[in-house]
């Protein structure tokens, strides 16, 4: 009786894991689906042998319950080779089905893409708490939203520029640790065959923080990430007003990156309005597919207004700035936008 709550407690956590774009269930590309398939494959035993030994057990504790008179010591048995044997080669049998497989995805899956001329290599590396995107072979930089092209080998190379971090991207690929100190961990993935967001997660506690550090995997199509790169590469584009324009160079660039000027320590800000979301985790309400009447720029207002009020123990000064300057550079962050995506991945949910 005590197990029934436990049971529905874990059929609850595990039916709030349906969304599409953070399942493993849900895979997108070669890499995750041969995951995937392994995962099959490994529930299927799990299932058999459960239902197998389940079986067993209540026929015996009912076929040989102890019924009213009956006092007697059962036959006592010590040893029997023959079920020994059928105990010890059936488990075995089981391995081998599920280690041949594995085996082969293994060394299938730690193929160097890198080698690939086709696939596109990004340096991921983690920060408290957010993720920093350099594609080495391209000359760009951006953060928060690792924006790809479909059904192309991606190799990553991560690394943390503070803490232990973990890379995952549920629906795209199993998840590898981020560690300081240039230990670099490579993991290999391929972007599905048409366009989607899939969300990404930091999977190795990491701080206060922790559970707020999400990122995007945008999956466009080639054109789309051939404008994105140029656009990325293009000179910055500063505020129209001559005054936030001074005031943002001056709070702002001391960290922060657009196109070519400013600092490469902090999250690059270039495009910043085409990005889903505001520091990770706020809707971008100026992006058109979250747009509501009314509401505009009012999540970048609030993260810029004062950032640990939203993710506590990250980086981000709360900067002294006037109620207009705060506006006006918040507007300028959204309307900041490469305008590079098709129209199939702007009307894609
Ligand atoms: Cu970074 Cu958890």
Redesign the pocket.
């Known amino acids: 009786k005590r197990l029934l709550p436990l049971m529905a407690g874990v059929v609850l956590l595990l039916s709030a894991c349906g969304r599409a774009d953070l399942s493993t269930l849900n895979p997108q590309g070669a890499v995750a689906q041969e995951q995937f398939n392994l995962m099959k494959l490994s529930f299927i035993i799990m299932l058999l042998v459960v239902i197998v030994v389940f079986a067993i057990a209540i026929y015996v504790l009912v076929r040989f319950r102890r019924r009213p008179g009956d006092n007697k010591i059962p036959v006592q048995v010590e040893g029997n080779h023959k079920l020994e044997i059928i105990w010890t080669v059936i488990p075995l049998i089981l391995l081998v089905i599920l280690g041949v497989p594995t085996i082969q995805s293994v060394f299938a899956l730690s193929q160097d893409y890198s080698k690939d001329p086709k696939a596109v290599v990004v340096n991921v590396t983690?920060h408290?708490?957010w993720w920093e995107f350099e594609y080495p072979g391209l000359g760009v930089k951006t953060a928060q939203e690792l924006v790809v092209p479909i059904g192309t080998k991606i190799a990553v190379e991560a690394k943390s520029a503070d803490v232990l971090?973990?890379f995952w991207i549920p629906a795209l690929a199993g998840k590898i640790d981020t560690n300081p100190g240039g230990n670099v961990n490579r993991m290999y993935f391929e972007t599905p065959a048409k366009e989607g967001i899939f969300l990404g997660k930091?999977?190795?506690?990491?701080?206060p923080s922790?559970s707020l550090?999400d990122f995007k995997v945008k999956v466009v199509d080639q054109a789309s990430f051939d404008n994105w790169v140029a656009a990325m590469k293009a000179p910055a584009v500063l505020p129209e007003d001559p005054a936030i324009a001074q005031k943002f160079q001056s709070q702002c660039l001391s960290c922060h990156a657009v196109g070519d000027m400013g600092g490469p320590a902090f999250p690059n800000l270039t495009g910043i309005g085409d990005r889903e979301t505001v520091g990770g985790i706020l809707v971008n309400t100026e992006n058109p597919k979250y747009q509501n009447e009314g509401s505009t720029y009012d999540n970048l207002y609030r993260w810029i207004k004062d950032p640990q009020a939203v993710k506590p123990g990250n980086q981000m000064p709360k900067i002294d700035l006037t109620e207009q300057e705060l506006a006006g550079i918040s507007k300028y962050l959204a309307e900041y936008k490469l305008n590079y995506e098709s129209e199939t991945l702007a009307n894609n949910d």
Do not use: I, V, W
Request: aromatic letters at 8%; one cysteine or more; proline letters at 0%.
């Open positions: 983690s408290q708490y971090h973990s930091c999977a190795e506690l990491c701080g922790h550090m």
